[in-house]
């Protein structure tokens, strides 16, 4: 009896196993999949809580009632898009990137999803839409709901669905000129016109922004939902701010119609008179993102970007089966922004874009004049920022400035003409407006003309010849006020039309093995352009003018080497292949000592050739370091902690000993961040500091930020006590320890 019971026992085991496993049959009450929103939390969930949350959805929440709230939350790891790389046409990229951003989301979301969706069930929360484009949701819920979600263990953050206002402003709406415009002559866009005959033909032009009056004479050729004078809106028109619900383009604030007209308004030197676009023989699509008031929420504006990395017939929503890649745009003009250039809320989107062939282009903002007032997205480094310059070539007093909050590289990347540019309006008539909104679109007009005179080219190459085609204004080189300079759609399309190249390869007679990272200078016809070698030692200066250049190659441990007289024609490549010659090797080695003793060593002190690719090397317990290095100049830096660093400028020509006495630092780290110079109501007051800690005795080390950038943790960590002052009430701030400096 009893063993004949054992195998019932082990049966009911098994299902009691599988039912754990796999849960509750369907129809049955389920476990939330995550944080039980019925239960309360506690100090310390709710501290966790908050420590997911910024700070603007923080202060919303504490102040917020019972009414539902929006938010955006994220999930940590985005999808790799690596791969797109190595696919051969954009039509490839696109679909790569499409597929792999909807496996991911709908792998890393499945438990997230499957949590909202049980407590959509319960009414717990109003609605939750995931996205592709970027690993996270758009969120609408009670504020109670949403301190249960930030306790799940796949959410990283949760934000505000933030509110973005598009900056315009109209000068008058008289009659148009029945020529080019001067901000089209002023770029030279009517002489490729003239010159090539290209216009845009067989590229596609988007815009992010308040709608497209279709129908508006300049503009209505050139829809790609035209089919000679029917009109088919599939894959052409998108408004995410009524998720679809109205399937033509419309306009009901007038900024989207007049950057769309500047990108592709009339038709070049055809009989239409009002030829305001820069590449009219473009086709264009639109998203509506924005309303009638200008403004667009992040969540519009991730669906704006999921349905042009692929476009969908009418009614469809961004990733639906039938959305489709292939009709993805080339080219993106985005006259939008956020005041927070740090803000990275977009930066999933840019990259998208960028690994599926499709270029960015964002104005800078309107925040000028003031350093480093540049907006967000244009801040970020995959984004192609542009300011505004009147029609006599000077920065306009409200282009915002760079350089990037989020990178402090140099920003804007181009400028373009942005006062009193006339372009289209709703109800078939024209207005000049003034903003980088408007300076935006002569760029993405003018990578149009490029891409028609290449289809081939890449965007990392349209984006670099239109800067080293640009004018240069203010400072020589690239500066915070022009960026590199206002664009010369002219020059930039001979670049490709009139396109030799030089290409080669880098090796050393000491190895004849290939010399990667070597810079190859190019000089000549009116360029002067830089290189470097591959990890195979190849090179390549293509889009070359026709002409005599010369060819100058670095590497370090080998002699320059220059080639002249290097004949570059159209349409050929000219091989130039060059072995540098070896430098003598030499050694260098020594000690480093405590500057006041003089005698004690420092160990794990870091010596570091500067300016080359050798390695740093540490010193051991004697203090004692040794290594290896080409005949020449040299700078050579000696680095410990607590003690200021110490350099050295020598030249080597034989073995060589050099010690280095480091001064220990001085109790004190004093951080100006006052930013002064770039408020009124914010004076300097640096000099009171300064005199409070001199008139007491104290030793310290000044740190300007606006001269050396934001000390780091490595560096403020050394010092006992750090006095970080704003010269603001409220912003000043005193780190005394490493755990408060690392928060």
């Known amino acids: 009896m009893a063993k004949r019971f054992l195998p019932f026992l082990f049966a009911f085991a098994l299902l009691a196993t599988a039912f754990y496993l796999l849960g509750a049959p369907a129809g049955r009450s389920q476990a939330p999949a995550g944080p039980d929103w019925q239960t309360p939390l506690t100090e310390t ?9 910024d700070e603007a959805l923080l202060a919303q929440l504490r102040e917020a009632g019972p009414e539902p709230l929006t938010i955006i939350v994220r999930l940590g790891g985005e999808a790799d898009l690596s791969g797109a790389t190595r696919l051969d046409s954009d039509t490839e990229r696109a679909a790569f990137v499409y597929n792999r951003l909807q496996s991911h989301a709908a792998s890393s979301q499945a438990n997230l999803r499957t949590y909202l ?56 709406g008289g009659p148009t000129p029945a020529v080019p415009g001067n901000n089209i002559s002023q770029i030279n866009a009517d002489d490729v016109w003239s010159s090539y005959g290209i216009t845009g033909t067989g590229v596609v032009v988007a815009n992010v922004d308040t709608g497209v009056q279709f129908d508006h004479p300049a503009l209505v050729a050139s829809y790609r939902g035209n089919s000679g004078g029917s009109f088919n809106h599939n894959f052409a028109w998108f408004d995410a701010t009524t998720d679809g619900r109205v399937g033509f383009p419309y306009d009901d604030n007038g900024h989207g ?24 023989g473009a086709r264009w699509i639109a998203v509506k993102a924005f309303t009638a008031a200008g403004t667009a929420t992040a969540a519009d504006l991730h669906s704006a970007y999921e349905w042009l990395l692929a476009p969908c017939p009418a009614g ?9 890649p292939a009709q993805a745009p080339d080219i993106i003009n985005n006259s939008w922004g956020n005041n927070n250039g740090s803000s990275v809320e977009f930066l999933a989107d840019v990259i998208a874009l960028r690994a599926a062939g499709i270029l960015p282009v964002f104005s800078a903002g309107n925040s000028g004049p003031n350093p480093g007032t540049v907006g967000a997205p244009a801040s970020f480094a995959e984004s192609f920022a542009v300011g505004a310059v009147s029609s006599g070539d000077l920065v306009a007093g409200f282009s915002s400035r760079g350089p990037s909050p989020l990178t402090n590289e140099t920003k804007p990347d181009v400028s373009a003409p942005g006062v009193e540019v006339r372009s289209a309006i709703p109800g078939n008539g024209y207005a000049e407006f003034n903003g980088t909104s408007m300076a935006a679109p002569h760029v993405t007009g003018a990578a149009a003309l490029m891409l028609a005179a290449d289809p081939a080219i890449d965007i990392d190459t349209i984006e670099q010849l239109l800067i080293e085609t640009a004018v240069d204004l203010g400072p020589a080189g690239p500066d915070p006020d022009y960026g590199h300079g206002r664009i010369d759609a002219f020059a930039a399309v001979q670049r490709v039309v009139e396109a030799g190249a030089i290409a080669g390869s880098i090796a050393g007679d000491d190895t004849s093995l290939p010399i990667a990272g070597a810079e190859i200078q190019v000089e000549g016809a009116g360029l002067n352009l830089s290189r470097s070698s591959a990890a195979d030692g190849s090179y390549e200066a293509d889009y070359l003018l026709p002409g005599s250049y010369t060819v100058t190659v670095r590497s370090y441990g080998y ?22 010659n070896a430098l003598p090797r030499y050694v260098i080695n020594g000690y480093v000592f405590d500057a006041i003793t003089t005698t004690i060593p420092i160990s794990g002190a870091l010596v570091s050739p500067l300016g080359t690719p050798l390695a740093s090397v540490t010193t051991d317990a004697t203090g004692w370091y040794s290594l290896t290095v080409a005949a020449g100049d040299l700078r050579l830096e000696a680095a410990a902690f607590s003690y200021a660093t110490g350099i050295t400028d020598t030249t080597i020509l034989t073995n060589t000993q050099i010690d ?13 961040d006052d930013e002064g110079a770039l408020r009124s109501y914010s004076p300097h007051v640096e000099s009171h500091y300064l005199q409070a800690l001199d008139a007491n005795g104290y030793a310290y080390t000044y740190w300007d930020i606006e001269k050396e950038g934001s000390p780091t943790f490595d560096t403020i960590r050394q010092y006992a006590a750090v006095v970080w002052f704003g010269g603001e009430f409220g912003r000043i701030k005193d780190i005394s320890d490493a755990a408060q400096a690392e928060a």
């Open 660 to 672: 280095f006495y480091l001064d220990p630092l001085p109790p004190i780290l004093l951080v100006d």
């Open 257 to 280: 119609t007049h950057t769309m007209g500047t990108t592709a308004g009339g038709d070049g030197p055809g009989p239409f008179a009002d030829d305001i676009g820069v590449a009219p």
């Open 45 to 53: 969930e709710l501290e966790k809580a908050a420590s997911k949350m």
């Open 559 to 580: 002699a320059e080497a220059v080639i002249t007289d290097v004949i570059v024609l159209q349409e050929q490549t000219t091989t130039v292949d060059v072995t540098l």
């Open 316 to 324: 469809s929503l961004p990733g639906s089966p039938s959305c489709d």
């Open 117 to 172: 969706e049980n407590a959509r069930s319960a009414d717990q929360l109003v609605n939750f839409h995931p996205y592709f484009i970027f690993n996270g949701l758009a969120v609408t819920a009670s504020p109670d709901f949403l301190w249960h979600l930030a306790l799940h263990r796949d959410v990283e953050r949760l934000s505000l669905n933030e509110t973005y206002t598009i900056d315009q402003g109209a000068i008058d």
